[in-house]
């Protein structure tokens, strides 16, 4: 059984950052592409980031050069750190698992406002 939870999120000002944290269980994490997802209200989940289990990364291109995704596979655990942050980046994050299906925490709200 695999279960994700996020943490992290929070309130922050424009041009300021955050660390999101998605804490993993089960034997299939470290072996398992994982990704950042995000849903903004009215809109679909979109793809942020995502990154393999050997370590290769992708960004959407509204957050490159902004947010970096990592994993520490020891301590079963994925984090996206977000700088630069704008108004449009508030939504709902997500942390995903692709093993032979999709699993999805509970989102962990990021708003970004003055």
């Known amino acids: 059984q695999v279960q994700l939870v996020e943490s992290g999120g929070g309130l922050v000002q424009p041009g300021g950052s955050l660390r999101l944290s998605c804490a993993g269980s089960?034997?299939?994490?470290?072996?398992?592409?994982l990704g950042w997802y995000r849903q903004a209200p009215g809109k679909q989940r979109e793809l942020v980031a995502t990154?393999?289990?050997?370590?290769?990364?992708n960004y959407a291109d509204s957050v490159k050069g902004r947010f970096t995704i990592s994993r520490d596979s020891a301590k079963n655990t994925a984090y996206l750190q977000m700088t630069s942050l704008k108004p449009e980046d508030t939504a709902v994050y997500y942390c995903?698992?692709?093993?032979?299906?999709?699993?999805w925490g509970q989102g962990t709200q990021v708003t970004v406002s003055s």
């Open positions: 990154i393999t289990r050997g370590g290769s990364t």
């Open positions: 089960g034997i299939f994490f470290s072996i398992s592409d």
């Open positions: 995903n698992l692709k093993r032979f299906a999709d699993y």
